[in-house]
T-cell receptor, first 114, second 111 residues
Framework: DVKVTQSSRYLVKRTGEKVFLECVQD?????MFWYRQDPGLGLRLIYF???????EKGDIPEGYSVSREKKERFSLILESASTNQTSMYLC?????????????FGQGTRLTVV | SQQGEEDPQALSIQEGENATMNCSYK?????LQWYRQNSGRGLVHLIL?????REKHSGRLRVTLDTSKKSSSLLITASRAADTASYFC???????????FGTGTRLAVRP
């Protein structure tokens, strides 16, 4: 079974802190994604990566950056956390097979910025 | 921007009844997928339908796709209390392999 593991289920950070959310997948997937989920807004794509050291902005990249130094690991960085970044963060990975991209998700990290 | 919009936002049914959820999207797609999310957890893939398919079945799930109307429906037959969850459609657009999700339907199945 594919496993996508996020380093924390719950995090509480202070405004202005630098925050790292880590995600590791064990299926040798090329694609990795970071989404945030807020009530009434569904999942919104922050950043994604097609390969090591490659990254592309999603729909809401402002205030975030990412790092993909190894294929299995995709990190989301909040450079200076703010209260409006309180949210559920979901990491996903996928393979690309003949145009069909099924995503596998981690269990989510609920981040609270106080 | 949201590619998919689910309808209804919330649905409450009795165990044993069928549940139907709809999804509309805006741009051309390679495929459309449905995912399920139990409260406070990650999403789990349920079923994928390609743009050249019109209907697909998997167990108690039936998905239809109408590309002319840019819409899809998910039918869960003979619902169970364990089906209580949020359901999301996601589209894999023709321009790439990132998934864009809708806002979801919250399904509650009463025992």
């Amino acid at each position: 079974d594919v496993k996508v593991t996020q380093s924390s289920r719950y995090l509480v950070k202070r405004t202005g802190e630098k925050v790292f959310l880590e995600c590791v997948q064990d299926m040798d997937h090329e694609n990795m994604f970071w989404y945030r989920q807020d009530p009434g807004l569904g999942l919104r794509l922050i950043y994604f990566s097609y390969d090591v050291k490659m990254k592309e902005k999603g729909d809401i990249p402002e205030g975030y950056s990412v790092s993909r130094e190894k294929k299995e690991r995709f990190s989301l960085i909040l450079e200076s956390a703010s209260t409006n970044q309180t949210s559920m963060y979901l990491c996903a990975s996928s393979f690309y097979v003949r145009g069909n991209t099924e995503a596998f998700f981690g269990q989510g990290t609920r981040l609270t910025v106080v | 921007s949201q590619q998919g919009e689910e309808d209804p936002q919330a649905l409450s049914i009795q165990e044993g009844e069928n549940a139907t959820m709809n999804c509309s999207y805006k741009t051309s797609i390679n495929n459309l997928q449905w995912y399920r999310q139990n409260s406070g957890r990650g999403l789990v893939h349920l079923i994928l339908i390609r743009s050249n398919e019109r209907e697909k079945h998997s167990g108690r799930l039936r998905v239809t796709l109408d590309t002319s109307k840019k819409s899809s429906s998910l039918l869960i037959t003979a619902s169970r209390a364990a089906d209580t969850a949020s359901y999301f459609c996601a589209t894999d657009q023709s321009s790439g392999d990132k998934l864009t999700f809708g806002t979801g339907t919250r399904l509650a199945v009463r025992p």
